[in-house]
């Protein structure tokens, strides 16, 4: 069982940077792939970024890539979302989630922390 719990959500400019944070119980951590995931109002909830257990696999929606970096620090059970250049297309509620394996489904999801990018 996985708890996961985000945090650092808030509302910024465009072209301003924000750290997301999510913070895991369990010490089973290290053996979960860990993904963020977004959903903006209206839409479907969408991948964002997933890294592997040892954190050397890392992969990104085209959306994101070169300027959001997944990192995880299995000591601190904690998943960190850095990003930058935001944009107000961001804009979402962010949640982080926990698999199993690489291509397993996420079992585990946290509640989700909102990020308001304004133009």
């Known amino acids: 069982q996985v708890q996961l719990v985000e945090s650092g959500g808030g509302l910024v400019q465009a072209g301003d940077s924000l750290r997301l944070s999510c913070a895991a119980s369990?010490?089973?951590?290290?053996?979960?792939?860990l993904g963020w995931f977004r959903q903006a109002p209206g839409n479907e909830r969408e991948f964002v970024a997933r890294i592997g257990r040892l954190g050397a696999f890392k992969y990104y929606s085209d959306s994101v890539k070169g300027r959001f970096t997944i990192s995880r620090d299995n000591a601190k059970n904690t998943v960190y979302l850095q990003m930058n250049s935001l944009k107000p297309e961001d804009t979402a509620v962010y949640y982080c989630?926990?698999?199993?394996?690489?291509?397993?489904?996420?079992?585990?999801w946290g509640q989700g922390t909102q990020v308001t990018v304004s133009s």
């Open positions: 989630a926990a698999a199993p394996g690489l291509d397993a489904r996420y079992d585990y």
């Open positions: 369990g010490r089973t951590f290290r053996d979960y792939t």
